[in-house]
């Protein structure tokens, strides 16, 4: 008896340790327009040293079928405010550039920024809705946490030592966003069932040029989202 009592519970348990049935959105950003050739940096003597080639600005980084990487994709509306429960994700500097160019935080999740380079960078945080943040890295491998307490698409980061440093961080308060990737393609898992409104915001194209889309899924759903962005007329 004693074993079966114990085996319900060990079942009761497993039971209420299943995840809860979620959407799942899988979607592709493609670019309309050409925009400006990319800007060549001049990296130093330093700098340059790290890499083998050439190096350009990454305002848009296009696909041979213009997929647009570096898109922040969002649930705009209808998420609810949502604790981060995810590690922290990393800002790296590698290699005199932030490394991922877009990267997202849910509100209140510390973030870690890195020097991987055996030399001083310094960590410029823009916000306009956050609190601006300034301080130098000066040693390899030296990590400072830091977190947004206000939702925000997209906060700047800067390096004040290398002037062509730039990285975009999305803030917002749940964990219902992806940042395309080379393939303008995304994933948004672990959507609960609801109407939402869903956002491709690129740096470059900015507010005015994003697109918006209103979605409805059910439990266990798999839908696919496309959105097609615009150069700007005078591409910024």
């Known amino acids: 008896m004693k074993s079966y009592i114990t085996g319900l519970t060990l079942a009761a348990l497993a039971a209420s340790l299943q995840v809860a049935p979620a959407a799942e959105l899988t979607g592709k950003v493609t670019l309309k327009g050409t925009p400006k050739p990319e800007i060549p940096i001049e990296l130093g003597d330093i700098c340059g040293k790290l890499h083998n080639g050439p190096v350009t600005t990454r305002h848009y980084v296009v696909g041979p079928n213009h997929e647009l990487a570096n898109v922040f994709v969002y649930i705009k509306e ?9 590690e922290a994700p990393v800002l790296d500097q590698k290699d005199c550039l ?27 945080g823009t916000p306009k809705n956050n609190k601006e943040f300034n301080f130098a890295q000066a040693v390899k491998g030296q990590e400072n946490e830091r977190a947004f307490e206000n939702p925000e698409v997209l906060v700047r980061m800067m390096c004040n030592v290398h002037g062509w440093m730039f990285a975009y961080i999305g803030v917002v308060d749940h964990p219902y966003f992806a940042v395309t990737d080379k393939d303008g393609s995304f994933k948004i898992p672990n ?42 007329p005078v591409a910024k």
């Open 98 to 124: 932030y490394q991922p160019y877009v990267m997202g935080v849910v509100t209140g999740q510390k973030f870690k920024i890195r020097n991987s380079d055996p030399f001083m960078h310094n960590v410029h």
């Open 191 to 232: 959507l609960p069932a609801g109407t939402y409104t869903i956002e491709a915001f690129h740096q470059k194209i900015g507010p005015t040029g994003a697109k918006t889309q209103k979605i409805t899924v059910g439990d266990s759903d798999k839908k696919t989202v496309d959105f097609e962005l615009e150069v700007p």
């Open 78 to 86: 209808g998420a609810k405010k949502t604790p981060p429960t995810a």
